[in-house]
């Protein structure tokens, strides 16, 4: 009976199997660990070093916009800097001198017309000297002041000089002396001789007369005022 009782329980425990004990089962866990567990570690990792770059990434974002908006600030700064000079120049500058130009401009209109106006048709038949106008009755030059800036050994030219007009005749000064041309010019003249001639003041016979260098022989007699 007891031979019989321990092969039956040798066979049953042969069919059932021997269970495996549950310090292999725990020590089993403990050296190799649950695969998805482990699976999931390296994720989380991964996952950690992703957010570590793109919290760089963003970190370096950060710093080059900062950089780019100092930069623009700066820019603007400048800008606005270089616009508050430019508001605090005087405005009336430009104005101003256009405004001078505007006034040079018609003075040179305003002379050449009168210039052209005295000009000769046939200069032979309208000169007159100052015998046939019955004689010079201006104003003297004094002799002294004559020698030393009047005469053939002292020419000028009448553009580099002060003009006006006077009752519709063109008037120069030369040496502190007014001179106005009572006689027209000749028509062969340059129609700009008074701009790029040379001319010199004289006195001969009976009054005071202008010459021109370019044209010798040719009086234009002048009034002398002071």
């Known amino acids: ?38 699976h999931g570690n390296d994720d989380h990792q991964k996952e950690h070093g992703r957010s570590n770059d793109q919290h760089s990434d963003k970190h ?15 820019a603007e700064s400048h800008n606005n800097s270089e616009r508050q000079q430019s508001y605090h120049q005087p405005s009336n500058r430009p104005d101003h001198m256009r405004v001078e130009e505007r006034h040079e401009h018609e003075q040179h209109v305003k002379q050449r017309d009168v210039w052209q106006d005295h000009r000769a048709r046939n200069w032979q038949h309208e000169h007159h000297g100052w015998h046939e106008r019955g004689g010079y009755r201006g104003y003297r030059i004094p002799e002294d002041r004559f020698r030393g800036h009047f005469g053939r050994g002292h020419w000028f030219r009448v553009r580099s ?55 010798p022989g040719v009086a234009i007699a002048v009034n002398v005022s002071f």
Do not use: C
């Open 1 to 38: 009976m007891k031979i019989a009782a321990l092969v039956g329980t040798t066979m049953l425990g042969l069919l059932l199997g021997r269970p495996v004990p549950a310090s292999a089962q725990h020590g089993g866990h403990g050296q190799h660990g649950d695969p998805e567990k482990h």
């Open 60 to 74: 370096h974002a950060n710093e080059q916009h900062s950089e780019q908006h100092s930069e623009q600030r700066h």
């Open 161 to 215: 000089n002060p003009i006006i007009v006077v009752e519709g005749y063109p008037r120069f000064q030369y040496s502190g002396f007014w001179f106005t041309l009572v006689d027209p010019w000749p028509e062969y003249w340059s129609r700009t001789w008074y701009e790029t001639d040379d001319v010199y003041v004289d006195y001969v016979n009976d009054g005071y007369y202008m010459y021109n260098r370019r044209h």
